[in-house]
T-cell receptor, first 112, second 112 residues
Framework: TQLLEQSPQFLSIQEGENLTVYCNSS?????LQWYRQEPGEGPVLLVT?????EVKKLKRLTFQFGDARKDSSLHITAAQPGDTGLYLC????????????FGPGTRLSVLP | NAGVTQTPKFQVLKTGQSMTLQCAQD?????MYWYRQDPGMGLRLIYY???????DKGEVPNGYNVSRLNKREFSLRLESAAPSQTSVYFC???????????FGPGTRLTVT
């Protein structure tokens, strides 16, 4: 059983569309991170959220941390082919010394 | 400034063989990590080193050993490789736990 669930698992959309991906858990996290990973490379951090209800914007990407700090969402406005990749969420867990536990990821494909 | 480097990039082993994956970072980070990434499973923490001189087990440590050689280097050893260890291995570093992690490019390992 995964500590973090992500949905959808796969998403294929046309350029210009909006989308939201979700990261959910039954556990409370002290902080949560979102990463994007491109094929053949390691993940790259997009954002860290630490406060329940927090909203952060990074250009066309909007990240929200749930009030109870158990879930998060990533919304992309007017998606572009450069947004294509694997989006991973990771929650800080006391189980492993406050290191991050990763979800399985959402694989996004934005078609031109 | 190379960031996090990993060697080798690709490796094929026969069941029962041993090998060591090397990782080095030049960012003066205290914490280093080894993950494995399998399809649909996200990144799973194998071992971590919160600071030089310490190592701890993560979520999936069985079949692996690690050495924090100095502040820069953190190696992962497979003593007797098994097909279940076929995966992509990522090394990462961070200033300290819960901070941003910087990932290496990965090592793709196949055990036949």
């Amino acid at each position: 059983t995964q500590l973090l669930e992500q949905s959808p698992q796969f998403l294929s959309i046309q350029e210009g569309e909006n989308l939201t991906v979700y990261c959910n858990s039954s556990s409370v996290f002290s902080s949560l991170q979102w990463y994007r990973q491109e094929p053949g490379e390691g993940p790259v951090l997009l954002v860290t959220v630490v406060t329940g209800g927090e909203v952060k914007k990074l250009k066309r990407l909007t990240f929200q941390f749930g009030d109870a700090r158990k879930d998060s969402s990533l919304h992309i406005t007017a998606a572009q082919p450069g947004d294509t990749g694997l989006y991973l969420c990771a929650g800080a867990s006391r189980r492993y010394g406050q290191n991050f536990v990763f979800g399985p990821g959402t694989r996004l494909s934005v078609l031109p | 400034n190379a960031g996090v480097t990993q060697t080798p990039k690709f490796q094929v082993l026969k069941t029962g063989q041993s090998m060591t994956l090397q990782c080095a970072q030049d960012m003066n980070h205290n914490s280093m990590y080894w993950y494995r990434q399998d399809p649909g499973m996200g990144l799973r923490l194998i071992y971590y080193s919160a600071s030089e001189g310490t190592t701890d087990k993560g979520e999936v440590p069985n079949g692996y050993n690690v050495s924090r050689l100095n502040k820069r280097e953190f190696s992962l050893r497979l003593e007797s490789a098994a097909p279940s260890q076929t995966s992509v291995y990522f090394c990462a570093s961070s200033p300290r736990p819960t901070y941003e992690q910087y990932f290496g490019p990965g090592t793709r390992l196949t055990v036949t």
